[in-house]
């Protein structure tokens, strides 16, 4: 055991002595995935970016880490490549996953609120120090420019000529800098709306009624995979993956702590669409709202319904939908005449209804005004 010790010891010496660092890979629910022990320049980031599995460096944290890592299970398997990647490029790597930790689906829904409003203050500060300095460089490019005569030409055989010729390079630079200033202080101002507006977005029905059909079909999935069932509409996992077993031991572990993560934020997010549609928000329509011949209203469109199912609409399609003040079985049409072709709206995308006798009153109507 000594000699086994003392020959690991002189490998580790080894590998520092060529240039090598001592790596930790450490993966908590709340940090995520995170790089210690790495400094710029010392090639770590540029080996787990050759990896092409969404290792990034997170400025507000200046360390290495795997993008969309926090509060989720580790991702052993590029915990693993990284670590036998940083190896063989002469590291000494140690891996330290804990998982005993885990917050609710609140404490982490408010932590990234917070990320995001912090996220946005900062883009948004970049942004006014970025447009305050090319502001600064257009006033004097243009004071600059009057300090030439109005048409005066450039005059090779004048001993000024080249004077004059750095000068107006150097204002030309001076407007460049101010127009690539005002360029990128758009940009970040730009980010830092859609950062301000992402836990809105997130928020919103539409996307939690997505994410709760995503999650209900993590469930389902999960629960087959603890049965050792393949999935009911998938004939090559029927008939060509090989024989399926009941999950157990470490495997049945891991799917367990998987299945109550997802039912736990499946109870968070149902709530909150009960919370919000008794608060007076955004109408949570299904099935049951819509017969054969009601009109739906989506992205700015009526379309008249043709079947009502489970999850979606079944609504006419054409190339005149966009034209049409209510799209009906008898006016959409396509290229080469009446149209018979059919899309569908998924209910999140429905902001509004009508019976068919309402929609008529409002054409009539509409008729009538014209």
Known sequence: ?????????????????????????THTHEGGTLIEGSAKGDGVYEVLKGLGTSWRYFPSLRQIGLGQSRDKSAQTWKINAAAEALRAAGHEVTVQVDESQRRDVATIEADR???????????????????????????????????????????????????????????????????????ESERLAGRAEAAEASQSHRESIPATLRRIAKLEADERRILRDIAGEAAPNNWRERYYAPERKPAEGEWLAKLTGRLADVREQLAYWREHVAKTGADGGAKVWSKADFTRDDFALSRGTWYQVQRVNAKSLTVMWGTNVGQLPAVTRDNVRHAMGPSDRTGTISYDEIRGRKSAAEMAEVLSAAQAVS
Do not use: C, V
């Open 1 to 25: 055991m000594p000699a086994l010790a003392g020959r690991a010891l002189k490998g580790t010496i080894s590998s520092l002595e060529k240039g090598g660092k001592m790596i930790t890979i």
């Open 113 to 183: 609120a917070e990320r995001a409003e912090a996220r946005a203050e900062r883009l948004g500060e970049r942004a006014e120090r970025t447009s305050a300095t090319a502001n600064a460089d257009y006033a004097r490019a243009r004071q600059m420019g009057e300090a030439i005569p109005f048409g005066q030409p450039m005059m090779p055989d004048h001993h000024s000529y080249g004077r004059d010729r750095n000068f107006r390079a150097k204002m030309g630079r001076t407007y460049d800098r101010a127009f690539e200033g005002m360029a």
